[in-house]
C-alpha cells in the first residue's frame, strides 16, 4: 500500500522544485541564455571543491534503494552545501542576481531543516565541523573573480544535480515504490 503524501512531502517536492527553478533562472543570467557558455566537465577537473555528490551506496536510486540512507545523505549533503550558498550570496553582478542567491540560500535552510525532522537518529547526520567551514570560507574569500564566477556555476550545477535525485528519491519513497 502506498504511503500517502504527507504535508512534510509537499514542503519537500515544493521546496526542491523552487530551489531548482531558481538556480536555473540564476544559470542562464550569468551565461546570457548560453546554456553551454561553461564546459562543467572542464570546471570539476579545475576546481578542487569538496560538494556533495549522491552515489548508488547512499540508497537514493532505484537500485539499492533504501529512504533512511538517503534522506540522511541528502540532509548531510544540503549541510555541506550551505557554506557554498552562502559564498554565493552578493557576487553577482546585478541586484536581481544577488537576491536569487540569497533565495537559493534561504529556501535551501528550510528544506535541510524540513529532511532533519524526519530523520530517525539525527546523531547520524554529518555537517562540516566549525574548524572545516572556517577553513573553506578563508579558502572561497581567497578567490579572484574569475575561480569566483567557476566557483559558483560548480557550485549550482552540482547542486542541481544532486537535488534532482533528491526529488526523484523523495517521489519514490512517497509513492511506495
Not at 110 to 122: D, G
Not at 127 to 154: D, F, M, Y
Request: hydrophobic share 35%; with cysteine; charged share 20%.
Amino acid at each position: 500500500m502506498p504511503n500517502k503524501p504527507t504535508l512534510a512531502t509537499s514542503q519537500q517536492e515544493k521546496q526542491i522544485s523552487h530551489i531548482l527553478s531558481i538556480i536555473r533562472e540564476l544559470k542562464q543570467e550569468m551565461c546570457n541564455g548560453d546554456v553551454k557558455c561553461i564546459d562543467i566537465n572542464v570546471a570539476l577537473l579545475k576546481n578542487n571543491l569538496n560538494l556533495s555528490k549522491l552515489t548508488e551506496k547512499d540508497g537514493c536510486f532505484e537500485a539499492g534503494y533504501n529512504w533512511e540512507n538517503c534522506l540522511l545523505k541528502l540532509t548531510s549533503g544540503l549541510l555541506n552545501f550551505e557554506i557554498y550558498l552562502n559564498y554565493m550570496q552578493n557576487k553577482f553582478h546585478t541586484h536581481e542576481a544577488n537576491n536569487k542567491a540569497k533565495e537559493i540560500f534561504q529556501v535551501t535552510k528550510m528544506l535541510t531543516q524540513i529532511l532533519k525532522a524526519e530523520v530517525k537518529n539525527k546523531d547520524e547526520i554529518v555537517s562540516p565541523s566549525p574548524t572545516a567551514k572556517a577553513h573553506l570560507q578563508e579558502k572561497l574569500l581567497r578567490q579572484n573573480e574569475g575561480q569566483t564566477l567557476l566557483t559558483i556555476q560548480v557550485v549550482m550545477h552540482t547542486l542541481q544535480d544532486f537535488l534532482q535525485c533528491g526529488l526523484r528519491a523523495s517521489r519514490n519513497h512517497h509513492s511506495g515504490n
